[in-house]
C-alpha cells in the first residue's frame, strides 16, 4: 500500500493515456545520466498541464523553473506555432540540460530559456512588456512561491491561469512552526490566495509516483 500501489496507479494511468514519447523517456533518460533528483512533474501531471494550457489556448506561457525542461515541453507542445513559452532557470547545468532536451522535441524555436535568479528575470520580463502571459506554472524554489505569485499576477490578465506544483509536501504544509523556510513560503503562498481579490483557486491533494504532494490552480478574475 501507499508509495508502491500510488506508483503503481500511475504506472497505469500512463500507460492507458499517455502514450509512450521518444523525446520525454529520453528527458526523464537525461535527467538520470546527468544525477537530476526527481523533481519533474509525473507524465500524467505533464499532460495535465499540457491540457490546461489547450484549454485556455494560451499562447504565451511563462514558467518559473525549468529544471529538466520535461514540463517545458509538455507546455511546449500546447502552444500554437506563433506560440511562446519563456521559462525560468537558475541554475546554468539544468538551463543547458532542458536546453537540449527541448530541441530533441523539436521545440526549441518555440521556448526561451532565460538563465539566472527567476526574481530578477521576472522584473526583467515586466519591464520589457512581456506580458500577460496566458498559463503560468510555479515550479522553482518553493520559499519563493509567494514572490513568483505576485509576479505572476503582475504578468497576468483576467482569465489568466495560473498553476502551483508542490503546494502540500507530504502535509507538511499543515505544520505552521514548521522551520523549513521551503514549508513556509508555500504557507504564506496559500494565505495569499485566500486573501487576494484577484483571485479564484482551489488546490488539489496528489499522490503518485512523486509521492504526497498537491497542485494549486488559480484563476486571474479581474
Ligand atoms: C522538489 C521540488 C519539486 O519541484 C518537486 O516537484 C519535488 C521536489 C524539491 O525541491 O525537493
Ligand atoms: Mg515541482
Same mark, same amino acid.
Given at each position: 500500500?501507499?508509495?508502491?500501489?500510488?506508483?503503481?496507479?500511475?504506472?497505469?494511468?500512463?500507460?492507458?493515456?499517455?502514450?509512450?514519447?521518444?523525446?520525454?523517456?529520453?528527458?526523464?533518460?537525461?535527467?538520470?545520466?546527468?544525477?537530476?533528483?526527481?523533481?519533474?512533474?509525473?507524465?500524467?501531471?505533464?499532460?495535465?498541464?499540457?491540457?490546461?494550457?489547450?484549454? &485556455?489556448?494560451?499562447?504565451?506561457? +511563462?514558467?518559473?523553473?525549468?529544471?529538466?525542461?520535461?514540463?517545458?515541453?509538455?507546455?511546449?507542445?500546447?502552444?500554437?506555432?506563433?506560440?511562446?513559452?519563456?521559462?525560468?532557470?537558475?541554475?546554468?547545468?539544468?538551463?543547458?540540460?532542458?536546453?537540449?532536451? +527541448?530541441?530533441?522535441?523539436?521545440?526549441?524555436?518555440?521556448?526561451?530559456?532565460?538563465?539566472?535568479?527567476?526574481?530578477?528575470?521576472?522584473?526583467?520580463?515586466?519591464?520589457?512588456?512581456?506580458?500577460?502571459?496566458?498559463?503560468?506554472?510555479?515550479?522553482?524554489?518553493? =520559499?519563493?512561491?509567494?514572490?513568483?505569485?505576485?509576479?505572476?499576477? =503582475?504578468?497576468? &490578465?483576467?482569465?489568466?491561469?495560473?498553476?502551483?506544483?508542490?503546494?502540500?509536501?507530504?502535509?507538511?504544509?499543515?505544520?505552521?512552526?514548521?522551520?523549513?523556510?521551503?514549508?513556509?513560503?508555500?504557507r504564506r503562498f496559500c494565505e495569499i490566495l485566500a486573501k487576494e481579490p484577484?483571485l479564484d483557486a482551489?488546490a488539489?491533494?496528489?499522490?503518485?509516483?512523486?509521492?504526497?504532494?498537491?497542485?494549486?490552480?488559480a484563476?486571474?478574475?479581474?
Amino acid at each position: 500500500m501507499g508509495q508502491k500501489l500510488w506508483t503503481a496507479v500511475d504506472r497505469y494511468i500512463s500507460e492507458r493515456l499517455i502514450p509512450s514519447d521518444a523525446a520525454l523517456d529520453e528527458t526523464q533518460r537525461a535527467s538520470l545520466r546527468a544525477g537530476f533528483p526527481s523533481f519533474d512533474v509525473a507524465p500524467n501531471q505533464g499532460k495535465m498541464l499540457h491540457l490546461l494550457a489547450r484549454i &485556455r489556448e494560451a499562447k504565451k506561457i +511563462l514558467e518559473i523553473g525549468t529544471f529538466s525542461g520535461y514540463s517545458a515541453i509538455w507546455l511546449a507542445r500546447a502552444l500554437p506555432p506563433d506560440g511562446k513559452l519563456v521559462s525560468l532557470e537558475l541554475d546554468p547545468k539544468n538551463a543547458a540540460v532542458a536546453s537540449a532536451n +527541448l530541441a530533441r522535441a523539436g521545440l526549441s524555436s518555440l521556448v526561451e530559456i532565460r538563465t539566472g535568479q527567476a526574481l530578477k528575470s521576472l522584473s526583467k520580463l515586466y519591464d520589457e512588456g512581456a506580458g500577460p502571459f496566458d498559463l503560468v506554472f510555479i515550479d522553482a524554489d518553493k =520559499r519563493n512561491h509567494p514572490a513568483y505569485l505576485e509576479w505572476a499576477l =503582475r504578468l497576468s &490578465r483576467p482569465g489568466t491561469v495560473i498553476v502551483a506544483d508542490n503546494v502540500v509536501r507530504e502535509g507538511a504544509v499543515l505544520d505552521a512552526k514548521h522551520p523549513d523556510p521551503d514549508i513556509q513560503g508555500v504557507r504564506r503562498f496559500c494565505e495569499i490566495l485566500a486573501k487576494e481579490p484577484r483571485l479564484d483557486a482551489t488546490a488539489l491533494q496528489t499522490v503518485g509516483s512523486k509521492g504526497h504532494d498537491g497542485f494549486c490552480l488559480a484563476l486571474v478574475v479581474r
